[in-house]
């Protein structure tokens, strides 16, 4: 069943109290990783803008062709919607966990191969069953789903199932999305619009959008030719390689390996304030008034924070429209730490679907961690979170544990601690991940693909297969690499 769930925030998602972050997510020398050979001269000068993922592996890559290469994140910490966080003596993700197979997320499982990062499979083995639904107010193990439950609500979701698989169909190229005949119809089509269409049983109907939801962002607000396109990429996978693994010592461990593996500076607290252009040189100026200079840029930052850059000559009027206007999908996470993992003595995994209420999904991050209690995580999106924008944490956490009540009663009881993250709410993201919204697949597909002049774009959202996805933004550093190595830059 992990046909439910998707990668960057659950994959995410929301405002965790920073000092915790920063000492889960700082430097972690004792992180253990491959020490691979870099070059030992560099004959050329290149800025990236975010430590993320995208510009992590931007640096590494451009590092192996002779660059010089400065890092500048406007956090206290590298690894950008990457974050582990401690909570007792075990540890919890508040942006980006789960991965997909080899087979899937090649240059993630790449990386994490080559500097030695360990990653784990994915929940229980023996007689636990992987989760539940939690619909029509009870919890419905998915064995018992598939064999015991109302046949209508089943087969109706089923028939949801299959309509996206002949969305896939219909779709030639996931790179290249515009090449399906009807490509702008579909785009101009909402997904909730696509939804209504189908007639599905009420409750599978519920079931369908929480997916829609969880995924990207409310039906109502997502471009039915974006879901044909992630169909597409994954019409072929198995269910057994979807978010299958993560990483065994926490997202921090790959930043930490990164970092190990890059010679350049990473220096933090150094937003980005102008980058200046004249002919082939690159100024950069940050808000602490450092200036860097580099013969080309790689740029990071999500979209929705793309303007508090200014450029010298200004971006094209397209790119700054795009960055106004792309739609970003809203998801909260919330990490609930528990004395005892109540789930597996109704022989769940912890891993829950939710219909009916704002949790949309939780599951268990610990299954490799020991001891007896663990962490759930309770992850809100679309409508849900947005609702949440100007609530407390402490008010969010409540609302989680009421909602985890409804599901396993007598819950409450066990309850040690919480944190909560809204990407939202995050002054460097003010969003989750990219979500085309109706005609943006159109107007927007692989707009910064493209460099302008000697200023680059990667990041998830740049990326033509896994947007959303750590693989995107993986991707996307690897790419953007690729296309400075083809200037051909000599000193």
């Not at 109540?342 to 829950?352: A, E, S």
Request: negative net charge; glycine residues 8%; charged residues 20%.
């Amino acid at each position: 069943m992990n046909f439910w769930k998707k990668d960057i925030f659950r994959h995410v998602v929301m405002t965790v109290i920073f000092s915790m972050v920063l000492t889960a997510c700082g430097s972690n020398k004792t992180t253990q990783s491959k020490q691979i050979d870099k070059p030992a001269v560099a004959s050329k000068d290149a800025i990236v803008v975010g430590a993320g993922f995208a510009g992590l592996t931007a640096a590494y890559e451009l590092e192996q062709q002779g660059f010089s290469v400065v890092i500048l994140e406007a956090r206290d910490r590298s690894g950008g919607r990457v974050a582990t966080i401690e909570m007792g003596t075990q540890t919890g993700e508040i942006g980006g966990e789960l991965i997909d197979g080899a087979t899937v997320h090649k240059e993630l499982h790449r990386y994490a191969t080559l500097f030695n990062v360990e990653l784990a499979d994915v929940g229980y083995d023996g007689d636990i069953d992987e989760g539940a639904y939690y619909i029509d107010g009870q919890l419905v193990s998915y064995k018992e789903f598939d064999t015991n439950y109302n046949k209508a609500v089943v087969n109706d979701y089923r028939r949801f199932k299959d309509s996206m698989k002949q969305l896939a169909v219909a779709v030639p190229d996931p790179e290249t999305p515009a090449q399906l005949p009807q490509a702008k119809e579909y785009d101009q089509v909402t997904v909730q619009s696509w939804l209504d269409t189908l007639q599905l049983h009420p409750i599978a109907k519920q079931m369908a959008e929480q997916f829609v939801r969880g995924e990207f962002d409310e039906p109502s607000t997502l471009s039915l030719l974006h879901l044909a396109q992630y169909a597409k990429v994954y019409e072929n996978v198995s269910d057994d390689d979807v978010e299958s693994t993560r990483f065994l010592k926490g997202g921090r461990a790959m930043t930490q390996a990164y970092a190990d593996n890059i010679n350049g500076e990473i220096i933090l607290n150094q937003a980005v304030a102008n980058i200046q252009q004249v002919e082939n040189k690159i100024t950069v100026t940050t808000v602490t008034n450092k200036s860097y200079q580099s013969d080309v840029i790689v740029v990071t930052v999500p979209l929705k924070v793309l303007s508090k850059i200014t450029f010298s000559p200004a971006l094209p009027e397209a790119l700054t429209q795009a960055a106004d206007n792309i739609n970003y999908g809203t998801h909260s996470k919330v990490l609930l730490r528990y004395s005892k993992r109540f789930w597996l003595d109704k022989k769940l995994g912890g891993d829950t679907v939710v219909a009916s209420l704002p949790t949309g999904w939780t599951w268990e991050t610990t299954e490799r961690q020991g001891g007896e209690g663990g962490i759930l995580i309770a992850y809100t999106s679309g409508d849900f979170s947005k609702m949440q924008k100007h609530w407390t944490d402490q008010q969010i956490i409540n609302a989680r544990l009421d909602e985890i009540e409804q599901m396993y009663p007598g819950s409450s009881e066990y309850f040690i601690e919480a944190k909560a993250q809204s990407w939202l709410n995050d002054q460097w993201t003010k969003g989750g991940y990219l979500a085309y919204g109706p005609g943006q697949v159109s107007e927007y597909w692989k707009l910064f693909y493209n460099p302008v002049g000697r200023i680059y774009f990667a990041g998830e959202h740049t990326d033509t297969m896994y947007l959303g996805y750590m693989e995107g933004a993986v991707r996307s550093g690897v790419r953007v690499a690729q296309q400075i190595k083809e200037l051909g830059l000599q000193k």
